[in-house]
């Protein structure tokens, strides 16, 4: 289902574009004028970004409406989702995920979760739910990504949590750390070839070690995040497909058991960190 954002919120969304684009001359003209490090640059480029608003507040509400409404066949809200917390629990529930659910009988991350609950509580076809479950640039938000954006941004400030005590969640970590330094594709890359060293960056993009909790932290924590150079909110499961492209891997099933697995092994590596999606990227 489409929503048209209103006047003043697309508004926002234009200022929001032009300030990035000014911003980053400006930026970038006061780094060579001050003979500053490119990280430093970079890192005052999008400090400066936030201080317009984040754009995924827009989609947030959208998500937000979408929770409570009633939808799909059995015409029912998802109000009685069960994201681990409670049935129909959203506060804080991000910062517990992935993990293992009785009813579902498997490890799940938000997104494999949202589908499992639109399916079951609503009566969507699971297939017609997750046929385009990413929007192009500057289209408007699909259902899953503003619903994704609504629950992520009710755990900002709570610290990171994954639960590593079920066997099938032990057993997703491991599977997950297998995939994380899994060489393979034309170029034989893994994950780790980018994400599991220190100080490594590709063009003016530091690579942040993935392995280590410290950086893990920051990096995982401030996912799923609105992109500013697409005008898009991106989740995790894009996330992950996005990298897999760049390592012209095969793409990752949206919501399979690989791609859950690895955001079990990347998340428990930063637990401790307190959540701070959606964030904001270049």
Not at 142 to 147: G, R
């Amino acid at each position: 289902m489409k929503r048209k954002l209103s006047c003043a919120a697309a508004l926002a969304l234009a200022t929001g574009a032009v300030l990035a684009v000014s911003t980053t001359t400006a930026v970038y003209a006061q780094a060579a004028s001050t003979q500053e490090s490119t990280s430093d640059g970079i890192a005052e480029y999008r400090e400066m970004l936030g201080e317009g608003g984040n754009p995924a507040e827009l989609i947030e509400m959208t998500g937000e409406e979408l929770w409570a409404e009633k939808r799909g066949p059995k015409n029912a809200s998802l109000e009685q989702c069960e994201l681990g917390q409670g049935p129909g629990v959203v506060k804080d529930a991000y910062a517990h995920l992935p993990r293992y659910f009785d009813d579902a009988g498997r490890v799940m991350d938000l997104e494999s979760r949202l589908v499992y609950c639109m399916v079951t509580l609503q009566g969507m076809n699971e297939k017609e739910v997750t046929k385009k479950p990413f929007s192009g640039s500057g289209d408007y938000s699909t259902d899953l990504e503003a619903l994704v954006g609504y629950i992520v941004g009710q755990s900002r400030g709570t610290p990171l949590a994954v639960p590593q005590e079920h066997p099938q969640e032990k057993a997703a970590f491991e599977r997950g750390k297998q995939i994380f330094f899994f060489r393979g594709g034309p170029y034989d890359f893994a994950c780790a070839s980018c994400h599991s060293v220190d100080g490594q960056r590709i063009r003016l993009q530091d690579l942040p070690n993935l392995t280590e909790s410290g950086p893990a932290r920051a990096a995982y924590t401030s996912w799923p995040a609105y992109r500013v150079s697409q005008g898009a909110l991106r989740s995790m499961q894009w996330r992950l497909n996005d990298c897999f492209r760049q390592q012209r891997m095969p793409h990752l099933k949206y919501g399979s058991q690989a791609s859950i697995d690895l955001l079990v092994f990347l998340a428990a590596n930063a637990n401790g960190g307190e959540m701070a999606a959606p964030g904001l990227k270049r």
